[in-house]
């Protein structure tokens, strides 16, 4: 475990997950994995940042870009290669967002449903089966703690925001810890972690 990542209930254990679920093939999952993301810079501010898993390697790196009437993030491997952007369309009733190849084909959908409580839905072409998948997010908008489901039910990935951490408090950019089994895409759930948090704080502004 890397310095500083200490989780306030320990680390959950998650059912591996079969088929595998994702979009990219490169990013599925073949151990149990923590994804670490500060919050204060999920921010669609500009503000650049990598995501991390429990050993500090960065997974992804978000590249924040504001365009004129929408905002977008560029997600790249770890070296800078374009994995995929994710839009934000801002102009739509309902919170969307979009994740586009470089060539700008839809690969995956993030649509916030309405309502008291949070429910996030992804839609996306399985790779591993070729067939449309969806995940379904649902929790507590304001602690910051949501499961991720498949179809069947299954938890894909629980989210957890820890709000004990002091230093973190102080400096007003809270952790979460996004912990992945087996099988599943860690580039997908990394997108959906930035949508989740820029959908709480807008609801939170509000």
Not at 131 to 149: E, F, Q, S, V, Y
């Amino acid at each position: 475990m890397a310095p500083g990542y200490i989780f306030s209930d320990g680390p959950k254990t998650l059912a591996p997950v079969h088929p595998p679920v994702g979009v990219f093939p490169g990013y599925i999952a073949q151990q149990p994995t923590t994804l670490v993301l500060k919050e204060k810079v999920l921010s669609w501010s500009g503000d650049d940042f990598g995501v991390k898993d429990q050993n500090g390697n960065v997974v992804v790196r978000v590249a924040g870009k504001v365009m004129s009437l929408r905002q977008r993030k560029v997600i790249t491997d770890a070296s800078g290669q374009t994995l995929f952007v994710l839009k934000n369309k801002i102009l739509t009733i309902m919170k969307k967002f979009i994740g586009e190849d470089a060539d700008g084909k839809p690969l995956f959908e993030v649509h916030h449903k309405l309502g008291i409580k949070t429910k996030v839905e992804i839609t996306f072409n399985n790779v591993a089966t070729k067939t449309p998948g969806k995940l379904t997010l649902k929790g507590d908008m304001w602690g910051g703690n949501a499961d991720i489901l498949n179809e069947n039910g299954q938890v894909v990935a629980q989210i957890h925001r820890d709000l004990w951490n002091k230093r973190d408090f102080f400096a007003d950019k809270q952790t979460y810890y996004v912990w992945v089994p087996p099988g599943v895409d860690l580039a997908l759930i990394a997108a959906i972690c930035v949508a989740f948090d820029e959908i709480k704080n807008e609801k939170n502004n509000h």
